[in-house]
């Protein structure tokens, strides 16, 4: 395809998604259905006007990836309901950890056993498809800050930690694989990629986003009442606190996730202490509010241009037995025993966490992984398997969750209205 064809086919789509938002809402499927099938349609599947080839474009589609996950986390990290607490973060974080163990475990084990990958691979694998994708998933996930609702808050928080919680299983199946530095058994691994980069991304996130809310409420609320450009200092937060966090080798997803986290805490925090005064003003303006929008509308850019290359890369060839077969065993088996395991002992009623069992979306972050681990020195056999396998998940993720997400959220709503009535 040419530059002016391309400019015509996203700026059509562009056209008809704004024209039609009223008309897509009620449909019965999602956005990024829509990108997929016109993707195939002139992809190899189709008319073949484009190939999209992840293998030699690895390096790119890293970068894109990357990009579009950061926004994401941003986007979700701000729509945290306030006050934060423990006691409410408790299954985000079982799943974030014990679940993405046990997910990563189960598709490495079915990688052995059934498709004959070496454990290293099955490790990697795992880690790819492991985590649930906050760009792909806006249907199931916090739609504004203060939506309280206990399903998409669980699943939007475990989408935005176990971006960065997988991390370490990537790592540790590129070392499997000699391509990754695991230490005297595993001892590095253990302390550098788990330990330090997980504490280490956390408290960076926190400490930058608790100091930016600070420090933007000082200036708007100082005599001179300075004017903020709110998207400029989001963007600024998530270029800063990933920039650092790469630089000191902890993960920057964690890190960018709770920067987000804490700075609308902090804000909220400082709103409610202030609005109690005796001489209370009106109400400020706050960063995170004010940049949610912005960064909503490139996490929807995003999706688009990332779902269609996901498109043009597939063949009729690549829907094999092995990569479908994988796909359902990971929806159907390894995800929601996943959840299962992880949420034992909490208090989660079963029907959320039968929903959390099945809307465990795989996507963009799935895809940025793949390209990680391409650009670190993944044979080319193996990696052209991984694709594979991999961009399958991810289609029938985008196919078979996009189909039932909206009938499924539709009738868990109308089910938990009659149960609250008396």
């Known amino acids: 395809m040419t530059t002016a064809q391309w400019f015509l086919l996203v700026g059509g789509l562009l056209l008809v998604m704004g024209l039609t938002t009223t008309a897509l809402k009620r449909a019965p499927v999602t956005t ?198 709110d998207d400029f200092l989001g963007l600024g937060l998530i270029g800063v606190v990933y920039g650092l966090a790469v630089a000191v080798s902890a993960w920057g997803f964690l890190a960018v996730f709770f920067a987000a986290v804490a700075l609308r805490q902090t804000e909220l925090k400082l709103a409610t202490a202030e609005q109690t ?46 990569a479908v077969g994988l796909a359902l065993f990971l929806f159907l088996i390894a995800r929601p025993a996943s959840v299962v395991v992880g949420l034992m002992g909490t208090d989660i009623p079963w029907r959320v966490r039968g929903m959390a069992g099945w809307f465990g979306v795989r996507g963009i972050g799935s895809l940025y992984y793949l390209m990680y681990a391409l650009q670190h020195g993944l044979p080319e056999e193996l990696g052209l398997q991984l694709i594979q396998l991999t961009l399958i998940v991810v289609a029938l993720s985008i196919l078979l969750h996009g189909i039932s997400v909206k009938p499924a959220m539709r009738h868990f709503w109308k089910k938990g209205k009659r149960s609250d009535t008396p």
């Open 32 to 229: 990024a259905i829509i990108y997929l099938a016109v993707g195939l349609l002139v992809g190899p599947s189709g008319l073949n006007a484009f190939h999209f080839n992840p293998l030699k474009q690895s390096a790119l589609l890293e970068v894109l990836t990357e990009i579009a996950v950061l926004i994401s986390l941003f986007s979700a990290g701000i729509k945290m309901p306030a006050p934060f607490s423990l006691n409410r973060w408790r299954a985000p974080i079982l799943l974030a950890t014990v679940s993405m163990t046990v997910t990563v475990a189960l598709v490495a084990a079915f990688s052995y056993f059934v498709l004959g990958l070496p454990w290293g691979a099955g490790v990697l694998l795992g880690a790819i498809v492991a985590p649930t994708d906050p760009v792909l998933a806006t249907d199931v996930q916090i739609r504004h800050p203060g939506d309280r609702d206990q399903l998409r808050f669980t699943l939007t928080s475990e989408a935005g930690m176990n971006d960065g919680s997988a991390f370490p299983f990537v790592l540790l199946g590129l070392g499997l694989l000699g391509l990754h530095e695991l230490g005297d058994g595993g001892w590095r691994w253990v302390m550098v990629d788990v330990v330090w980069a997980t504490v280490g991304g956390i408290a960076l996130g926190v400490m930058a986003g608790h100091g930016l809310a600070r420090l933007s409420w000082k200036l708007r609320g100082g005599s001179h009442q300075h004017e903020l450009l």
């Open 277 to 322: 005064t005796p001489h209370a003003q009106a109400p400020r303006a706050m960063v995170s509010q004010g940049s949610l929008i912005f960064k909503e509308h490139l996490e929807r850019l995003s999706e688009l241009c990332l779902i269609l290359l996901v498109g043009g890369t597939l063949f009729w060839s690549s829907w094999s037995w092995s």
